[in-house]
């Protein structure tokens, strides 16, 4: 199979360009030569919605010149949008996460610092770290298959977030808040909001879980309960099991 490559740029068939400074450098890593199949895909709609085949024509020192071949229309997404808010986690399990929840198929994540937050950026180092993670959801779609790469939105704290939500970004019936309160079972949930075909967005808390005061807010903007069952999971692992669960039950598409 030839390399995959996210390419920021249009993409159309017999079209000449010259890769951005990200997948020229890996492709000069890999040593491949003019004239070798590569992978390109840019998860545009109005490109066409795919991956396209493309071949390398010539290698310089800084530039790598590919032509673009043709457009394969795979769709390998779940058929549900699915978005992730999540307490950061301490250390780099936060990068683990991402990468992880980009491979099961997530489409937004937002970083969130909570009252229980061990990790407290704010300013450039925010953006730097935010920036770093966007480049390990592109990473991993490259290399599990995904046409399209999570977006990973702008660190804020959870009571910003929450006060920033309307129905358009995040509509009401598809609210979920992992909770080791009373809680519905996950299977349950699912079953009510699976043959809707509703956007998912499932609020997860870091190490500690959520505060009462942050669930309750929650809550009363109409995040349902939900369990995973009586054991408990890590901060990133939790919102991972959904993914899991979910990529089993819909299925992502051949």
Not at 120 to 131: D, T, W
Not at 185 to 195: I, T
Request: aromatic share 4%; proline share 9%.
């Amino acid at each position: 199979m030839p390399p995959r490559f996210y390419v920021d740029l249009p993409l159309q068939t017999d079209l000449d360009t010259v890769l951005p400074e990200g997948p020229a450098r890996h492709v000069q890593v890999l040593r491949l030569q003019p004239g070798e199949p590569i992978t390109l895909f840019n998860g545009r709609q109005q490109d066409g919605r795919g991956e396209w085949s493309a071949t390398i024509t010539r290698m310089g020192r800084q530039e790598v010149a590919v032509r673009v071949g043709s457009l394969n229309p795979v769709e390998r997404e779940l058929p549900q949008d699915v978005s992730l808010a999540a307490g950061m986690p301490a250390n780099d399990r936060f990068d683990w996460l991402v990468e992880k929840a980009t491979e099961l198929g997530v489409q937004t994540v937002q970083p969130l610092m909570c009252e229980r937050s061990v990790l407290r950026l704010s300013g450039e180092r925010a953006a730097k770290k935010v920036a770093h993670w966007q480049a390990v959801a592109i990473a991993a779609a490259e290399q599990c298959g995904r046409t399209r790469v999570p977006h990973i939105a702008p660190m804020q704290t959870l009571a910003a977030w929450l006060a920033g939500l309307n129905e358009a970004s995040v509509p009401a019936p598809g609210r979920l808040i992992l909770s080791l309160g009373d809680a519905k079972p996950l299977s349950e949930r699912l079953s009510a909001l699976l043959p809707t075909a509703q956007p998912i967005c499932l609020l997860s808390g870091p190490e500690g879980g959520l505060s009462p005061a942050e669930e309750g807010r929650a809550r009363d903007l109409g995040f349902m309960p939900t369990s995973l069952g009586a054991r408990v999971l890590r901060a990133e692992t939790a919102p991972l099991m959904v993914l899991c669960v979910l990529g089993g039950v819909v299925g992502a598409a051949p």
